[in-house]
């Protein structure tokens, strides 16, 4: 079950100096190729790539600031830059990692604390196209080493909003509630849920998510910080966050025997700010909650 993997998903950031074995390489590498040939929300095909942790053979391993200790593999992707692209890149990779967590292997989102020069000679990136994020791959550690631990409570990994502070009904002034609306949520129930347990940059949890229950619709949006420090590598890191959010919604959704799809019309929501960007819609059929 998609709900399950998502539940047991973790950043790995110490990962056993074993390297993966042969089926397992194999098997990620097969599991990139059918994910690269897949297609976002907005209609944009990733072109994967898994690379050695020493990607140019330098025999200097990635630099990643002494956050990731031992990863025996990265996957990554070069796209242009745009919002769009990010926001697929953001939902594919999301696939991948999910897939991964089924098999026990390891994975942590990467998108500000890597040295992208260290890839761009791998990957060959043109002029307006960007590396977005990487993601190392391994077998995890049974125990998380001392800087492990500090990153995770600096970033309060752990904590996550309350739904009150994430999910509305009808409009920005009504916190939608798991009990007191739950015939309105039906079975988005963990949908919903798998927003909340999403991983996101410095996990600020920007997305925002309204149910319009009369017209079948969820309509998603995130609180975009442009003073956030990712934006400064010339790119909304944010939009990765989103796409995040879509693939979590939209995969537990359907797991759960949910009919939707993904439309693009900007609602007649009043947000609460300017910073509050419209991402996409979630139609669905009402019979089917």
Same mark, same amino acid.
């Given at each position: 079950?998609?709900?399950?993997k ?5 950043s790995?950031?110490?990962?056993q ?12 590498r097969?599991? !990139? ?19 050695n942790?020493?990607?140019?053979k ?10 990731i ?13 745009s919002?769009?692209?990010l ?9 991948i ?8 292997i390891g ?19 043109k002029?307006?196209y960007i ?19 500090a ?14 502070q994430?999910?509305f ?6 916190p939608?509630?798991k009990?007191?609306h739950?015939?309105? !949520?039906?079975?988005?129930t ?9 991983p996101s940059?410095?996990?600020?949890q ?7 229950f ?6 998603v949006? !995130?609180n ?5 420090s ?9 939009r ?12 537990i ?9 993904w439309?693009?019309? !900007?609602?007649?929501v009043?947000?609460p ?6 991402i996409?819609?979630?139609h669905?059929?009402?019979q089917?909650?």
């Amino acid at each position: 079950m998609i709900y399950k993997k998502i539940e047991k998903r973790t950043s790995v950031r110490t990962f056993q100096i074993k390297p993966l074995t042969e089926v397992d390489k194999l098997w990620i590498r097969q599991t !990139i190729e059918e994910i690269s040939k897949e297609k976002g929300p907005f209609r944009n095909q990733i072109h994967f790539r898994l690379l050695n942790a020493d990607p140019n053979k330098s025999g200097k391993p990635v630099g990643t600031y002494g956050l990731i200790k031992n990863a025996q593999s990265y996957i990554t992707g070069v796209i242009p830059n745009s919002d769009d692209q990010l926001c697929d890149f953001g939902y594919l990779m999301e696939k991948i990692i999910i897939r991964l967590t089924g098999k026990n292997i390891g994975t942590c989102w990467l998108g500000g604390t890597f040295k992208r020069e260290n890839f761009k000679e791998a990957l060959t990136v043109k002029e307006g196209y960007i590396i977005p994020a990487v993601v190392p791959v391994g077998y995890a550690m049974d125990s998380r080493s001392s800087v492990e631990k500090a990153m995770r409570l600096f970033a309060k990994s752990n904590s996550r909003q309350d739904w009150s502070q994430l999910f509305f009904l009808s409009d920005f002034d009504t916190p939608l509630e798991k009990e007191e609306h739950k015939n309105e !949520i039906g079975n988005l129930t963990d949908a919903f849920e798998s927003v909340r347990l999403a991983p996101s940059a410095s996990n600020k949890q920007p997305w925002k998510m309204v149910l319009d229950f009369e017209k079948s619709n969820v309509y998603v949006y !995130i609180n975009e910080n442009p003073n956030y420090s990712g934006n400064k590598m010339g790119f909304k890191m944010q939009r990765i966050d989103a796409g995040i959010a879509l693939y979590h919604f939209e995969a537990i959704a359907k797991e759960n025997g949910i009919n939707g799809e993904w439309e693009f019309n !900007i609602p007649s929501v009043k947000v609460p700010s300017e910073n509050y960007q419209y991402i996409a819609t979630y139609h669905f059929d009402r019979q089917s909650t």
